[in-house]
């Protein structure tokens, strides 16, 4: 059964510091990943796709990386700024159109 | 473009009412979902559709019912609320990659 898990559950940093979110899941056969952003209250924004073929995406401040062979994904915010801080949710999808398996998020806070 | 809308964004029900909750898309996906948002436990999947007239379950589907009789609608039904059906519910649409998120229906049973 596939299982993803998001490391840490909340993370605080000050403003302008580069930072790394975590995603791992437990089997390799995916389809594609998906990273979304959610402010308190509010849906869910997609912030980067990437399919099982690629390695990366890039989104201005963002990049997200994928190593399926050893079931992980990280995101990369550069110079974060206050307006970043919500939680950022990981989604694997096992094949087309496929549901999405989420990991439980991270809370990321970034201080003034 | 609206995207992914859905209706009401708030509701209380009392144990044993039933109620419908609106999705609708304008981007012509063919793929819909149907997530639950409870805190601290993800979303988690209650029923699909991959084209008009065609639905499955999910991970989570007792207690609720979907149609899709037009491209464009999805409506999930709860016919007899019970308070463990208290969340947020998420409504998404995708062609063949990635999902897009309406902005919730918060459901309280009571």
């Known amino acids: 059964k596939q299982e993803v898990t998001q490391i840490p559950a909340a993370l605080s940093v000050p403003e302008g510091e580069n930072l790394v979110l975590n995603c791992s899941f437990t089997?390799?056969?995916?389809?594609?990943l998906q990273w979304f952003r959610q402010d308190p209250g509010k849906g869910l924004t997609s912030l980067l796709l990437i399919q099982s073929s690629q390695r990366e995406q890039t989104s201005g401040r963002l990049n997200a990386s994928l190593d399926k062979s050893s079931g992980r994904s990280t995101l990369y915010i550069a110079a974060s700024q206050p307006g970043d801080s919500a939680t950022y949710l990981c989604?694997?999808?096992?094949?087309?159109?496929?549901?999405?398996?989420f990991g439980q998020g991270t809370e990321l806070s970034v201080k003034p | 473009n609206a995207g992914v809308t859905q209706t009401p964004k708030f509701r209380i029900l009392k144990i044993g009412q039933s109620m419908t909750l609106q999705c609708a898309q304008d981007?012509?996906?063919?793929?819909m979902y149907w997530y639950r948002q409870d805190p601290g436990m993800g979303l988690k999947l209650i029923y699909y559709?991959?084209?008009?007239?065609?639905?499955d379950k999910g991970e989570v589907p007792n207690g609720y019912n979907v149609s899709r009789s037009t491209t464009e609608d999805f409506p999930l039904r709860l016919e007899l609320a019970a308070p463990s059906q208290t969340s947020v519910y998420f409504c998404?649409?995708?062609?063949?990659?990635?999902?897009?998120f309406g902005p919730g229906t918060r459901l309280l049973v009571l």
């Open positions: 981007m012509n996906h063919n793929y």
């Open positions: 559709s991959v084209g008009a007239g065609i639905t």
């Open positions: 089997d390799s056969a995916i389809y594609n």
């Open positions: 998404a649409s995708s062609y063949s990659g990635a999902q897009y």
């Open positions: 989604a694997v999808s096992l094949n087309q159109g496929g549901k999405l398996i």
